[in-house]
Structures are given as structure tokens and as C-alpha cells.
């Protein structure tokens, strides 16, 4: 079965400052690899996917995420925080004939002015 | 589009009795998925559907736990007895095939239960 660490359970950057995310899955096969935001109150919501072709993949919101297989990792990126963007990142994967996430436990994002 | 609806966003009940929660899926949308949600946890799948046939429900903890969906544009989870370890936030997703790679799924704004 498939699985997604998320080794970060808090980030806090400064409003204007680069952010990475970290995401490492588990899973045999090529994956597909998906990243949510969750603001407070809110349902999830997708920022982007990866399900083949170009390993960087752009999102919503200025996001963008990396697949490196052979770190078997999906992190997100963007260059520059706004205040807005505080909320809680799912980094989640689907595998073989599902489409079903399975998401990990998430990453909770301050942003500090 | 007015998106997944989900009632009610809030509900406090006591120990023993009956829940249900509400879903009203995106319009066009042919699977419809229920999550849980808390914090020792995480998100969790509980069940979905395919065209409103109940595809997996391993997900459901208990046979206290009932999911249904009557037609395409409505779906119940309901708790019964509900038990004070049942409060988490529940969301309720739909998605539809999107012709290539995984279906985008898109979420409800959730029901936060407590139980006392």
C-alpha cells in the first residue's frame, strides 16, 4: 500500500521569503502525487498534481512542486510568501488503478510580516 | 457553481444519540467521497461512491458508522449511537473523471461534530 510522510508538522517563514515544503512517499510504481491547502474552516482544496511528463508541475496560487524519484519525494515550492498563504498543506498519493488519495498528516504554515 | 454543501457545519449532540450529516455533491460529479478528520489521526477515507453504489466503506470504523446516498445529488452519514470519540471535522468530496490522470477531488467546508 502507498503512504506520504510529511516530515514537517509546523513552517514558519516571513512574509516575502521562499518556502519549501517536504513530501516523501512510498509507493513501488510511478505515483500520483497531489498537494492540498486546507485554510482554517475549509475544506481542502487542490493546489496541483502529478500523474506523468514533465516531473515539475505548476499549481493555484503560484505553487509549484518537483517529483524526483529517486528521492522519492514531491516537494512544493514558492518563491515568495504572502500572509494569505498561512494555512495547513496536505501532500497526499494515489497509486495504480486508484485515484484515491491517501494523504498524509500534513504540514501547518506560519507566515510571519 | 455553489460547490459541495455540506449540512450542518456545526453539531454538538450528547453521548447516544443519533447523527447525520448531509451532502450535497457537485452537480455532474459521479463519485462522492466522506472523510474524517482529527488530529491523532489525520484525514482518513471512510467511504465513496461510483454512480451512488457504494464502492469501498473499510474505511468505516464501527457498525455504528451507516453511509447512503439515494440519488445523484444527495448523501447521508450517519452515527448512531454517536460516542464522544466520534468528534472530529467530516468532509464530504466529489470528482468526476477528468479524461486524463486522477480526478481533481473537490471538498465540502465540513461538519465539525462534538460529542459530549
Known amino acids: 500500500a502507498q503512504s506520504v510522510t510529511q516530515p514537517d508538522i509546523h513552517i514558519t517563514v516571513s512574509e516575502g521569503a521562499s518556502l519549501e515544503l517536504r513530501c516523501n512517499y512510498s509507493?513501488?510504481?510511478?505515483?500520483?502525487l497531489f498537494w492540498y491547502v486546507q485554510s482554517p474552516g475549509q475544506g481542502l482544496q487542490l493546489l496541483l498534481k502529478?500523474?506523468?511528463?514533465?516531473?515539475l508541475v505548476q499549481g493555484i496560487k503560484g505553487f509549484e512542486a518537483e517529483f524526483k524519484r529517486s528521492q522519492s519525494s514531491f516537494n512544493l515550492r514558492k518563491p515568495s510568501v504572502h500572509w494569505s498563504d498561512a494555512a495547513e498543506y496536505f501532500c497526499?498519493?494515489?497509486?495504480?488503478?486508484?485515484?484515491?488519495?491517501?494523504f498524509g498528516r500534513g504540514t501547518s504554515l506560519i507566515v510571519h510580516p | 457553481d455553489a460547490g459541495v454543501i455540506q449540512s450542518p457545519r456545526h453539531e454538538v449532540t450528547e453521548m447516544g444519540q443519533e447523527v447525520t450529516l448531509r451532502c450535497k455533491p457537485i452537480?455532474?460529479?459521479?463519485?462522492l467521497f466522506w472523510y474524517r478528520q482529527t488530529m491523532m489521526r489525520g484525514l482518513e477515507l471512510l467511504i465513496y461512491?461510483?454512480?451512488?453504489?457504494?464502492?469501498?466503506d473499510s474505511g468505516m470504523p464501527e457498525d455504528r458508522f451507516s453511509a447512503k446516498m439515494p440519488n445523484a445529488s444527495f448523501s447521508t452519514l450517519k452515527i448512531q449511537p454517536s460516542e464522544p470519540r466520534d468528534s472530529a471535522v467530516y468532509f464530504c468530496?466529489?470528482?468526476?473523471?477528468?479524461?486524463?490522470?486522477?480526478?481533481?477531488?473537490?471538498f465540502g467546508p465540513g461538519t465539525r461534530l462534538t460529542v459530549l
Open positions: 468530496a466529489s470528482s468526476t473523471p477528468e479524461g486524463q490522470g486522477p480526478d481533481t477531488q473537490y
Open positions: 509507493y513501488g510504481a510511478t505515483p500520483y
Open positions: 502529478y500523474f506523468s511528463g514533465d516531473t
Open positions: 497526499a498519493v494515489g497509486a495504480g488503478g486508484s485515484y484515491i488519495p491517501t
Open positions: 452537480s455532474g460529479h459521479n463519485s
Open positions: 461512491f461510483n454512480n451512488n453504489v457504494p464502492i469501498d
